[in-house]
């Protein structure tokens, strides 16, 4: 059985004349993010819950046809926040879940995930950083990570693959985020071959190296982490990262600082290994030039047409004369 620690940074700025948006915590009203927070948690959860069940019989749903099976990866999960500036009060309680208060500066709570992971070295196989509006849908998550380690070991990162669902509420697309990165969000070019392949129920899962590093979320080995806490940055960001004006929330993202190569699912098989961005917002928001969805608009205009235009190319179909 695979045991996983899922420590997950949250901060939501309370006061209403700072917005926060310079953290990205107040975008939405309370209640949205509430919403949001919740949900991520709760699928997270179930993807770890130390049972699953299995109900009903033909025709019939009761108690007594209740059964429980056990998973094959379970787990924990410790939310830190800082104090006052978060949603806990809002969240309730919620079964099986730890907080961890920090009064540290709100961008480094990710350094104190960090620490809190070398805390438990060696009692889990899998140690998850995921930010409070992303969320893990897939209960195969952790097996498929733990395939791809043994495999191809544990000198390189496995990244997930980042989406948002795009589209009016009647349609949905999913749409990839962080392929390619901003420059600033790269990690150096790293030794190692070009693409990894893992074999599936329907032929090879492609894996391509990548420095593209960021997913707003990270799952290493226990025996990466034992590696990463030796190094000079793990605990804080350096002074000279800090002097280059380096943002500390997007630094602490970086598994093992970028020093192994990582891999993502290739384009062809960018579902195999996946997560939830749930506000959907990086592909409706503008980014530094023009809109995300503008050009997600129009490559769906493009298709529409080819499409049409190749149906209209075949032939009519009647039928067959006796």
Not at 82 to 99: D, I, V
Not at 121 to 140: A, K, N, R
Request: proline share 9%; hydrophobic share 35%; aromatic share 10%.
């Amino acid at each position: 059985m695979i045991k996983v620690l899922v420590c997950i940074p949250h901060f939501f700025r309370r006061n209403a004349e700072d917005s926060g948006m310079a953290n990205g915590s107040n975008r939405d009203s309370m209640e949205v993010r509430l919403e949001q927070f919740r949900y991520c948690l709760k699928q997270i959860s179930a993807v770890l819950a130390p049972v699953r069940f299995l109900m009903g019989s033909p025709g019939r749903i009761g108690h007594e046809q209740v059964q429980p099976i056990s998973p094959k990866a379970i787990g924990d999960i410790v939310i830190v926040t800082a104090p006052e500036n978060n949603l806990l009060a809002e969240l309730g309680p919620f079964l099986g879940l730890r907080a961890r208060l920090w009064n540290g500066p709100s961008r480094q709570l990710g350094y104190e995930c960090r620490r809190i992971f070398a805390r438990y070295l060696g009692q889990y196989d899998l140690y998850v950083f995921i930010e409070d509006d992303t969320t893990i849908l897939d209960p195969s998550f952790f097996r498929k990570i733990m395939a791809f380690y043994r495999a191809h070991g544990e000198d390189k990162i496995l990244q997930p693959n980042r989406y948002e669902l795009f589209g009016p509420p009647h349609r949905g697309w999913r749409a990839y985020l962080d392929q390619p990165a901003f420059r600033h969000h790269r990690v150096p070019e790293s030794p190692g071959s070009p693409e990894l392949v893992l074999p599936s129920f329907d032929g090879d899962v492609v894996f391509r190296k990548t420095t593209d590093a960021m997913s707003g979320a990270y799952i290493i080995t226990d025996g990466q982490l034992r590696r990463w806490i030796g190094q000079p940055d793990f605990q804080a960001p350096s002074a000279a990262e800090l002097a280059a004006g380096l943002d500390p929330m997007e630094l602490t993202q970086v598994p093992l600082g970028g020093s192994l190569p990582i891999y993502r699912p290739a384009p062809q098989d960018l579902d195999f290994l996946e997560i939830h961005h749930v506000p959907n917002r990086l592909s409706a928001l503008k980014t530094p030039s023009r809109k995300l969805s503008e050009y997600i608009n129009a490559s769906l205009r493009e298709r529409v047409q080819q499409t049409s235009e190749a149906r209209s190319a075949e032939p009519p179909q009647g039928r067959s004369l006796p």
